[in-house]
C-alpha cells in the first residue's frame, strides 16, 4: 500500500528510493523486484530526478552495459525483456507505433502506420563528452523513405541545450558518429529509435539486430568520417 501510494507524491519520491535502496542492505535484505519498483524509477525520471533515479536501479541489480567492450547501452543485444525501463530499452505501444524485442532473435521489432510519430524505443544513458559511436544493423519488409526511421541523441536534462543531428537508419550495416560538446552542461542523454511515416505515406516493419554505443577517440571519428 505504501509504495503504490507515494508513486503517486512527487515530492516524496527522492526520500521513497533512498528508503528502498536500503531496504535492500542488511538487516532487511530485500531484494526481489516488487511490481512498484520499476514504477517508483520512471517516475523519478519523469520528475528528473535521473541520478536517484539511476542509484535505485543500481541497487536493484538490473543487467549492466559491458564494461569489457566499452558498450554503453543496457541490453544492447535485445536478447531479454526490459526490466527497469528507461535504463534499459522503453518501448512504444500506441495505436500507429509500437515496438518489442524478439529475444530468441535478438531483435528489435518495429511496427509503423502512417501518422506514425515519436520513439518507437529509447534509453536514457550518461554521457560525458566526447564522441560516440553507434551502430546497427537494419533489415525491414521493404524500402522505405530517407527520414522515416532515425536515431537521435537529446539532452535530458531540464535546462540545458544541446543540438546533435539525427542520422537515418537505412537497411544494412553502418555506423555513426555523434559527438557530445565539450561546452554542453548535459549529462543525461535519450538515445532515441525514431519513427517519422506522414499520413500519407507508407507503413513499414523494420528488424533493428543488435545496436552498440561505444566511446572513440577524435582519430576514430576521422576515420568513420
Known amino acids: 500500500y505504501y509504495w503504490t501510494a507515494v508513486n503517486q507524491r512527487p515530492q516524496s519520491l527522492k526520500n521513497a528510493a533512498m528508503l528502498r535502496i536500503a531496504l535492500i542492505r542488511a538487516p532487511w535484505r530485500q531484494l526481489a523486484s516488487k511490481p512498484t519498483d520499476p514504477v517508483l524509477v520512471r517516475q523519478l525520471v519523469a520528475h528528473d530526478d535521473f541520478e536517484i533515479a539511476h542509484r535505485l536501479v543500481g541497487a536493484l541489480g538490473p543487467p549492466k552495459p559491458s564494461k569489457r567492450t566499452g558498450a554503453l547501452l543496457v541490453n544492447a543485444d535485445f536478447s531479454k525483456t526490459p526490466a527497469f525501463p528507461p535504463f534499459d530499452w522503453a518501448l512504444a505501444s500506441s495505436g500507429n507505433l ?3 524485442i524478439d529475444a530468441p532473435d535478438r531483435q ?7 501518422g506514425a510519430y515519436g520513439a518507437a524505443a529509447r534509453q536514457l544513458v550518461r554521457l560525458e ?8 544493423k537494419l533489415s525491414s519488409n521493404e524500402p522505405f523513405p530517407k527520414g522515416t526511421l532515425s536515431a537521435s541523441l537529446r539532452c535530458a536534462d531540464a535546462g540545458a541545450k544541446m543540438s ?3 542520422v537515418d537508419l537505412v537497411a544494412g550495416e553502418h555506423s555513426h558518429i555523434f559527438a557530445v ?3 554542453s552542461n548535459c549529462q543525461w542523454f535519450w538515445l532515441g529509435i ?3 511515416v506522414p499520413d500519407d505515406g507508407l507503413g513499414f516493419d523494420a528488424q533493428l539486430a543488435p545496436v552498440r554505443l561505444i566511446k ?3 582519430g576514430a571519428r576521422a ?3
Request: aromatic content about 10%; charged content about 10%; hydrophobic content about 40%.
Open 129 to 136: 563528452p566526447g564522441n560516440y559511436e553507434f551502430g546497427w
Open 223 to 225: 576515420a568513420v568520417a
Open 108 to 114: 528489435l521489432v518495429i511496427s509503423a502506420i502512417p
Open 181 to 183: 560538446s565539450s561546452s
Open 216 to 218: 572513440v577517440s577524435e
Open 194 to 196: 525514431d519513427a517519422n
Open 98 to 100: 509500437g515496438a518489442s
Open 164 to 166: 546533435i543531428q539525427p
